[in-house]
């Protein structure tokens, strides 16, 4: 889902779980979900995920540019890995 101040009111309410409750589920003050829902402060997108289980929104779509950070993080470990594995071989071969 597409969380905004209008959505997660909707959700929340219809589930009738107040804003302390929804905040307590998800580790913020109750303040926070007040400022989500007033649109004073956007809604952090690492939170999205916990509010689709909480209001049973679960997708097993993932946003593309989420996806595109994960592979982009892959790559990244992938070719500090070879680095990594290079110095340690020239190393030991150093070391023969």
């Known amino acids: 889902m597409q969380w905004n101040k209008y959505t997660l009111k909707e959700a929340r309410t219809k589930v009738k779980l107040s804003q302390t409750a929804l905040a307590g589920e998800l580790g913020v003050h109750f303040r926070t979900?007040?400022?989500w829902e007033k649109g004073s402060t956007?809604?952090?997108a690492s939170v999205?995920?916990?509010l689709d289980k909480l209001f049973g929104e679960s997708s097993d779509v993932v946003p593309r540019e989420?996806?595109?950070k994960l592979?982009?993080?892959l790559n990244s470990a992938t070719e500090l890995n070879?680095?990594?594995t290079?110095?340690?071989q020239s190393s030991i071969q150093l070391t023969d």
């Open 86 to 88: 290079d110095i340690i």
């Open 48 to 50: 999205f995920p916990t």
């Open 82 to 84: 070879r680095k990594l």
């Open 33 to 35: 979900v007040q400022n």
């Open 42 to 44: 956007p809604i952090p």
């Open 71 to 73: 592979v982009e993080a």
């Open 66 to 68: 989420e996806y595109n």
